[in-house]
């Protein structure tokens, strides 16, 4: 008997050695990977910030860029944005840390689908057509990344930080993530307008050197070429669509390019092409709603960009008859 209890003790006192290994294993485990988690959600939120650095550094101080250049940069840093969201959804997150992953997530949701906006509307906002609509739309996004900085302060970073201590790890904290400066001046829409208008080249400023200046190289309507000088039989079975095809012919990247349909002096319908590298030709698509009827003329205005001094052959009247 007392061979079997000194056994049977000497059994237990080995699975409690056994138990309390594999716990102490467990929990070891547990916290490399709350550790891990942190360490690369403070890798994100670093280079996020490097990323705000440039984005708002350049549009408080565009230096020498060009539109095009700017535009480039921007794009570049959209580019950044989406690939942070990326790795922010592919993280190995542990199970305590969920409520703070879903946060993180929409934190980064916000901020790429900020600067996918701002990235759409920079070229209209740097040309002359539309570039008061598009400035306000980018000032409207600056209050999108100031929501999701105020969601990391106030939920994101307190949870994280919280679960680490709670589990002992008091080395692997997160820091502050703020996209939008501080202090920002950027949510007031007159701002960003101004910062735009300093950028060479851009519709708000000086014109950029060299030749500058635009052509209508062609019209047609749903497919069908326009001629001047001859009648064109269009279909009248389908909404029109007039599609203006623009060359630049200067030396630099135009930007805001406004055309405009006027159909037998009436009221002008106005379409844009956001840009059109030099050399290259772009087509602005208009419909014409409500459909005309019958023989009309129709007249085709490509309005100049700044440092432009020929202009004769920005314009041409069609005459279409819609059957």
């Not at 419909?287 to 001094?309: F, H, K, Q, R």
Request: overall charge negative; hydrophobic content about 40%; proline content about 3%.
């Amino acid at each position: 008997m007392l061979r079997r209890g000194l056994a049977l003790g000497g059994g237990l006192v080995v699975l409690i050695v056994l138990v309390l290994g594999i716990k102490g294993c467990l929990d070891a485990r547990a916290n490399r990977e709350l550790s891990d988690y942190a360490r690369n959600v403070t890798q994100i939120v670093e280079e996020t910030k490097q990323t705000s650095k440039g984005f708002f550094g350049k549009l408080a101080d565009p230096g020498s860029l060009s539109v095009t250049e700017f535009v480039a940069e921007v794009n570049a840093d959209r580019s950044a944005m989406d690939n942070y969201r990326t790795r922010v959804e592919g993280l190995s997150t542990p199970g305590d840390m969920s409520h703070a992953q879903n946060a993180l997530e929409l934190v980064y949701e916000l901020r790429a689908s900020a600067m996918d906006e701002i990235a759409e509307q920079m070229s209209t906002a740097l040309g002359d057509a539309g570039s008061a609509k598009a400035t306000a739309v980018i000032a409207k996004e600056m209050r999108t990344l100031l929501a999701a900085d105020t969601l990391y302060a106030a939920v994101v970073r307190p949870e994280i930080n919280h679960v680490l201590e709670s589990n002992g790890i008091s080395d692997s904290d997160v820091p502050k993530s703020v996209f939008l400066p501080e202090g920002t001046k950027w949510l007031d829409e007159s701002a960003v307008a101004s910062a735009l208008g300093s950028i060479t080249g851009s519709s708000t400023g000086e014109a950029s050197p060299g030749v500058h200046g635009l052509g209508l190289l062609g019209v047609s309507i749903n497919g069908t070429e326009l001629t001047e000088g001859l009648t064109t039989s269009v279909s009248a079975e389908e909404t029109p669509e007039v599609e203006v095809e623009v060359q630049n012919q200067g030396e630099s990247t135009e930007n805001g390019i406004s055309v405009s349909v006027t159909v037998e002096g009436g009221t002008a319908v106005e379409g844009s092409i956001s840009t059109i590298e030099a050399g290259e030709t772009a087509t602005a698509t208009i419909p014409l709603t409500p459909a005309p009827s019958g023989e009309v003329a129709l007249e085709i205005n490509v309005d100049t960009v700044p440092g432009e001094e020929v202009s004769t052959n920005n314009e041409g009247t069609f005459t279409v008859a819609f059957e």
